[in-house]
């Protein structure tokens, strides 16, 4: 295991600048996610902490030693490929002793490595097997094993489910966090996916344009997002651009149209730095309340349903409120609201559901 440190790292191709001054550290042992749209520099940053990169400005460090210019064999890393990378004329066997024959270790030590490592991605009985023999999420256990049977002090891991369909995805992403935590190895995942960032990840990294928007832990990406990309990103949300009007110890106000909305000044509800540009409200489906009668209570706007899909779980609502659709959802208890599409509907914006964030990029309304 190992800490991993980015200090002021940047990585430019031409005129394209991938990277931008990237400044976070690694725990021992922690499962990191970068996680981010295609063309966010992730990978990029992936392969400098491999080595198959290196920085254009900046510093790698593992363990608080410069790994900024050494090369990739003399890392100690793991790595498993978006398409595996297993050579097709080996078989099972002979692709997880790849990396070990490499390292010079003596037969009897490659198996006794190459057997222990299938056996714990579930593949003990399948060393002669030919690559094309095997499913998709069997290869990847073999790319997962042949990773791991090197004993890397780091395991990197570039999208390895993106070629995989949903019902193996989800079964490949419980079987890397069991290895993950069986090995406790330091290990940095990157994905687009935001439920595989969210279900299996220790911190993470959302990044946007070679920019790293934010760090933190699941629960703080979802709930306390940075700006108004990292909440969008992250899950369903509903994004309003408004005016700030003032900030008091109890209460923020804003300007949403010709209304004004109340937010509880607390930590939740407030990102840094909003009092310095334009910001916009966020409040996530699920958070919405909705009722069929006006309430009178703050926050209360009138719209109209335009749209109920049933998910099994539950019911998404789209309410159609001036140029905005408000999007909510009311999980599936068995007992239906009553509404219907063309329905008058009366929404709540909770001052405590509500969160206040920098908007960084460009705002765009439903127009009818």
């Known amino acids: 295991m190992a800490t991993v440190k980015l200090q002021e790292v940047v990585k430019v191709f031409g005129d394209v600048v991938a990277v931008q001054k990237l400044n976070f550290t690694i725990k021992e042992g922690e499962f990191f996610t970068f996680l981010g749209p295609s063309g966010c520099g992730k990978t990029t ?14 510093k790698v460090l593992f363990d608080e030693k410069d790994m900024t210019k050494v090369p990739p064999e003399q890392r100690n890393t793991g790595m498993v490929f978006q398409n ?22 003596s037969k009897s ?21 030919q690559i094309t023999q095997l499913s998709g999420g069997q290869q990847q256990r073999v790319a997962l094993a042949r990773a791991l049977a090197i004993e890397p002090a780091i395991l990197l891991l570039d999208e390895p489910l993106s070629n995989l369909d ?8 419980m079987e890397i966090k069991r290895l993950q935590k069986e090995y406790g190895i330091t290990t940095i995942y990157v994905t687009h996916d935001q439920v595989e960032a969210l279900s299996m ?8 344009m070679g920019v ?7 629960y703080e990406i979802y709930n306390q997002p940075a700006n108004d990309f990292v909440a969008s990103f992250i899950g369903e949300t ?17 300007q949403l149209e010709d209304r004004i909305i109340t937010v509880k000044n607390e930590p939740l509800n407030s990102a840094e730095g909003i009092d310095k540009g334009p910001v916009s409200l966020s409040i996530r489906p ?24 049933f998910i099994g779980n539950a019911m998404e609502y789209e309410i159609r409120w001036k140029n905005y659709l408000i999007k909510a959802l009311v999980l599936n208890d068995g007992n239906e609201i009553g509404l219907k599409e063309g329905d008058p509907v009366w929404v709540t914006l909770n001052e405590d559901q509500l969160r206040v964030i920098p908007r960084i990029t460009e705002v765009k309304k439903d127009e009818k």
């Open 45 to 58: 940053t992936l392969r400098m902490i491999a080595g198959f990169y290196y920085p254009t400005e900046g």
């Open 84 to 105: 595996y990378a297993l050579f097709p004329h080996m078989t099972v066997f002979e692709n997880v002793a790849f990396g070990l024959k490499l390292r010079k270790l």
């Open 109 to 129: 030590e490659i198996k006794i490595k190459v057997l222990d490592a299938l056996a714990k991605v579930r593949l003990k009985g399948y060393e002669d097997r």
């Open 166 to 173: 949903a019902r193996l995805r989800d079964e490949m992403r």
């Open 201 to 208: 990840s220790d911190r993470i990294a959302v990044f946007n």
């Open 212 to 218: 790293c928007q934010q760090v933190g832990t699941p």
């Open 238 to 254: 509903n994004l309003f651009p408004v005016i700030l009007s003032s900030i008091t110890e109890k209460s923020i106000i804003v």
């Open 286 to 309: 699920e958070r919405i309340k909705m009722s069929t009668n006006p309430i009178g209570v703050p926050n209360e706007l009138e719209g109209k349903v335009e749209l109920i899909q």
